[in-house]
T-cell receptor, first 117, second 115 residues
């Protein structure tokens, strides 16, 4: 079974621009979560999508948004980029049989490394 | 609120020896899960092992085992017979039924295996 894929793997943008990152989950997985990883803040949860609906959201400004399509693929958008948005963005998918199940294992993709100049 | 603490920023271990990576957690939830992930320099987070809060036996997966001490709120990862390919960042994480699918991560431990 193919793993989680993310595109693009690397991006360079300038301040003020916007960016869209894409994530394809493992086949059959219905939940997609996004995380931001920076040296200063570590790994932080952005949001989770399930059946095309945002089910959970972390503490990030509204410039960060996402969506999920009917085939469970997800996109994440960051508008008006700031230097501090430079990070590794990781996408994870899970089966998510029941909402809020603490047994749900998340499998991660290789990440998209975003650099904002 | 949930919190994960990994107190060892970096560790060295000799090849073929066992190593323990520490993880303590804090939560008020009764039902929660504890996970360990490995992150090589390539960046991908690789799932290693899972322990549920109601599991009475410690989880094992090949060379990985989780030393779960619920009363002390610790979930240490033990890697037996270390290999050079084990050199990576290791993250402890938790989820809970009240937090949905959100994983809370610790700061990580960088493990370096010496030949």
């Amino acid at each position: 079974k193919a793993g989680v894929t993310q595109t693009p793997r690397y991006l360079i943008k300038t301040r003020g621009q916007q960016v869209t990152l894409s994530c394809s989950p493992i086949s059959g997985h219905r939940s997609v979560s996004w995380y931001q990883q920076t040296p200063g803040q570590g790994l932080q949860f952005l949001f989770e999508y399930f059946s095309e609906t945002q089910r959970n959201k972390g503490n990030f400004p509204g410039r960060f948004s996402g969506r999920q399509f009917s085939n469970s693929r997800s996109e994440m958008n960051v508008s008006t980029l700031e230097l501090g948005d430079s990070a590794l963005y990781l996408c994870a998918s899970s089966l998510s049989v029941a909402q809020g199940s603490s047994t749900d294992t998340q499998y991660f993709g290789p990440g998209t490394r975003l650099t904002v100049l | 609120a949930q919190k994960i603490t990994q107190t060892q920023p970096g560790m060295f271990v000799q090849e073929k020896e066992a190593v323990t990576l520490d993880c303590t957690y804090d939560t008020s939830d009764q039902s929660y899960g504890l996970f360990w992930y490995k992150q090589p320099s390539s960046g991908e987070m690789i799932f290693l092992i899972y322990q549920g809060s109601y599991d009475e036996q410690n989880a094992t997966e090949g060379r990985y085992s989780l030393n779960f001490q619920k009363a002390r709120k610790s979930a240490n990862l033990v890697i037996s017979a270390s290999q050079l390919g084990d050199s990576a960042m290791y993250f402890c994480a938790m989820s809970s039924n009240n937090a949905g699918n959100m994983l809370t991560f610790g700061g990580g431990t960088r493990l370096m295996v010496k030949p």
